[in-house]
């Protein structure tokens, strides 16, 4: 399933109409936020990563190992990215800002950016969920505020000697809002490549359906491409979807894959039997081994879900419009059990998933 999306890459040629040649901070780095800064400081970019105090520390004292999939393996060493947990030093001479903290602290980031930011400063969000833009907007009036959309998953661990390895563990390519011009443009950079997309709140609704799996794989334990192997899950996969899909169509919302088979079919190729899902979903398998949700990082890590961001949102919407999600409603009660629990993933079968909704 290859990425089949309608946005243009812009011409290396076009001239930027926005201020971009300044400094890029990425607020909240995470595994994602350090993947993409670490790519764009390898292609040359003034980067300051704004993170908590003992990850700003480690890539102080090591820098940042990028390692992908797709071959990439390359050091960043510590004088070729700034990281920070003050966010006065981050943010103070950005051009771009790029947010990448989880849904829950958007609010407050969003503060941080207002007080130590420049005004002229563009805001690229590139969180799950589909609120975020709308949080960033009311918190930064002054600012340019885009959204943008990371199809792909990172994977942190440290390296040997100590070093925070960032692995790239499944394809995509981000998208941003095609307005305004030129940000697509410099955030282009080899192994973290961007493209302009017109309508970036379908783009958004499209990959939360897709983001369905996190929680699957967060209940599982289970490698991506393992899961995604077995028809049992790919069967409850499907039905959140299904479940998801009526609300959108109820709610007349637009939603849009990045990949090239419309997202109303999805459903039916996760349905096939394994031979022939192995065949014709050969792309979505296109997995690192090591490739877990960050559902299951956070878990693991005794954090807080975006479970209320993603399958949250498509409950809210079937209460509007009364339509009944038993799977949902048992998935997201799985997770949160999961959540008060703080011992990582509980491992279920998916035999554990279907009893439960049978039993709600």
């Not at 490549?193 to 939360?208: E, N």
């Not at 079937?318 to 011992?343: D, S, Y």
């Given at each position: 399933m290859q990425l089949g999306h309608n946005a243009?890459?812009?011409?290396?040629?076009?001239?930027?109409?926005?201020?971009?040649?300044?400094?890029?901070?990425?607020?909240?780095?995470?595994?994602?936020?350090?993947?993409?800064?670490?790519?764009?400081?390898?292609?040359?970019?003034?980067?300051?990563?704004?993170?908590?105090?003992?990850?700003?520390?480690?890539?102080?004292?090591?820098?940042?190992?990028?390692?992908?999939?797709?071959?990439?393996?390359?050091?960043?060493?510590?004088?070729?990215?700034?990281?920070?947990?003050?966010?006065?030093?981050?943010?103070?001479?950005a051009a771009l800002v790029l947010v990448t903290v989880k849904s829950r602290d958007t609010e407050a980031m969003a503060r941080l950016i207002a007080v130590h930011a420049p005004p002229n400063a563009t805001v690229v969000s590139l969180q799950n969920g589909v609120r975020n833009v709308e949080t960033l907007r009311l918190g930064?009036?002054?600012?340019?505020?885009?959204?943008?959309?990371?199809?792909?998953?990172?994977?942190?661990?440290?390296?040997?000697?100590?070093?925070?390895?960032?692995?790239?563990?499944?394809?995509?390519?981000?998208?941003?809002?095609?307005?305004?011009?030129?940000?697509?443009?410099?955030?282009?950079?080899?192994?973290?490549?961007?493209v302009a997309h017109a309508d970036m709140q379908a783009v958004q609704w499209g990959k939360l359906l897709l983001n369905l799996n996190n929680a699957l794989n967060a209940l599982s334990g289970l490698p991506l491409a393992e899961q995604l192997a077995m028809r049992p899950w790919r069967l409850l996969l499907a039905a959140q979807m299904q479940e998801a899909l009526a609300c959108l169509s109820a709610a007349k919302i637009a939603a849009r894959g990045t990949e090239g088979v419309p997202l109303r079919l999805v459903p039916h190729i996760l349905r096939l039997p394994n031979a022939l899902f192995l065949v014709i979903a050969r792309g979505m398998l296109a997995i690192d081994p090591s490739a877990r949700s960050s559902m299951w990082e956070d878990l693991t890590r005794q954090r807080p879900t975006e479970i209320d961001v993603l399958q949250g949102e498509i409950?809210?919407?079937?209460?509007?419009?009364?339509?009944?999600?038993?799977?949902?409603?048992?998935?997201?009660?799985?997770?949160?059990?999961?959540?008060?629990?703080?011992?990582?993933?509980?491992?279920?079968?998916?035999?554990?998933?279907?009893s439960a909704v049978k039993a709600a």
């Amino acid at each position: 399933m290859q990425l089949g999306h309608n946005a243009k890459r812009e011409s290396r040629g076009q001239s930027m109409q926005v201020g971009l040649t300044g400094s890029i901070a990425v607020a909240g780095a995470g595994s994602i936020g350090c993947y993409v800064g670490g790519c764009l400081a390898l292609a040359g970019k003034k980067v300051t990563l704004l993170a908590r105090p003992r990850l700003a520390e480690r890539v102080q004292d090591r820098g940042l190992m990028l390692t992908g999939f797709d071959g990439l393996r390359a050091h960043l060493p510590a004088t070729g990215i700034a990281a920070t947990a003050d966010p006065a030093e981050a943010l103070a001479q950005a051009a771009l800002v790029l947010v990448t903290v989880k849904s829950r602290d958007t609010e407050a980031m969003a503060r941080l950016i207002a007080v130590h930011a420049p005004p002229n400063a563009t805001v690229v969000s590139l969180q799950n969920g589909v609120r975020n833009v709308e949080t960033l907007r009311l918190g930064l009036p002054r600012h340019r505020v885009m959204a943008g959309m990371v199809p792909f998953n990172v994977v942190q661990s440290l390296d040997e000697g100590g070093t925070l390895r960032m692995h790239r563990a499944t394809r995509g390519t981000i998208l941003v809002a095609r307005e305004p011009a030129g940000v697509a443009q410099a955030l282009d950079v080899p192994h973290a490549p961007v493209v302009a997309h017109a309508d970036m709140q379908a783009v958004q609704w499209g990959k939360l359906l897709l983001n369905l799996n996190n929680a699957l794989n967060a209940l599982s334990g289970l490698p991506l491409a393992e899961q995604l192997a077995m028809r049992p899950w790919r069967l409850l996969l499907a039905a959140q979807m299904q479940e998801a899909l009526a609300c959108l169509s109820a709610a007349k919302i637009a939603a849009r894959g990045t990949e090239g088979v419309p997202l109303r079919l999805v459903p039916h190729i996760l349905r096939l039997p394994n031979a022939l899902f192995l065949v014709i979903a050969r792309g979505m398998l296109a997995i690192d081994p090591s490739a877990r949700s960050s559902m299951w990082e956070d878990l693991t890590r005794q954090r807080p879900t975006e479970i209320d961001v993603l399958q949250g949102e498509i409950l809210n919407l079937a209460e509007r419009h009364q339509i009944r999600m038993p799977v949902t409603r048992a998935i997201v009660t799985a997770v949160k059990q999961a959540e008060a629990a703080g011992a990582g993933s509980p491992g279920f079968a998916p035999e554990a998933i279907r009893s439960a909704v049978k039993a709600a």
